[in-house]
């Protein structure tokens, strides 16, 4: 099981940090993604990290300002968000793949969180 915690409503240019705290004994054997749905939109990739912390991949609107990464010992995975900007608003999900690689699609995860809001308005 997976649960998202961290989201809010923001200003632009502000900070955020996602946490997705995972039951159960496997979370490290595992890699984890984050991806993000806006209304009307198809969930979409936002970073990925392998279960040993590399590599790590982003997308290319989050490259520079978003940071993934984990914490293995306490079962928890990590969203850093920088410079928010209104069209990162959406509700961010994590989830979980059993393919021995991270992937950038989310048919390839077969577990997900709630998910937690994220808006980011003036």
């Known amino acids: 099981q997976l649960t998202e915690s961290g989201g809010g409503v923001v200003l632009p240019g502000s900070s955020l940090r996602l946490s997705c705290a995972a039951s159960?004994?496997?979370?490290?054997?595992?890699?984890m993604a984050w991806f993000r749905q806006a209304p009307g939109k198809e969930r979409e990739f936002v970073a990925v990290?392998?279960?040993?912390?590399?590599?790590?991949d982003y997308a290319d609107p989050v490259k520079a300002r978003f940071t993934i990464s984990r914490d293995n010992s306490k079962n928890i995975l990590y969203l850093q968000m920088n410079s928010l900007n209104p069209d990162d608003t959406a509700v961010y999900y994590c989830?979980?793949?059993?393919?021995?690689?991270?992937?950038?699609?989310?048919?390839?995860?077969?577990?997900w969180g709630q998910g937690t809001q994220v808006t980011v308005s003036s």
């Open positions: 159960g004994r496997f979370f490290a054997n595992y890699p």
């Open positions: 989830g979980r793949t059993s393919l021995g690689y991270g992937s950038r699609t989310a048919a390839d995860y077969d577990t």
């Open positions: 990290i392998n279960w040993n912390g590399d590599p790590v």
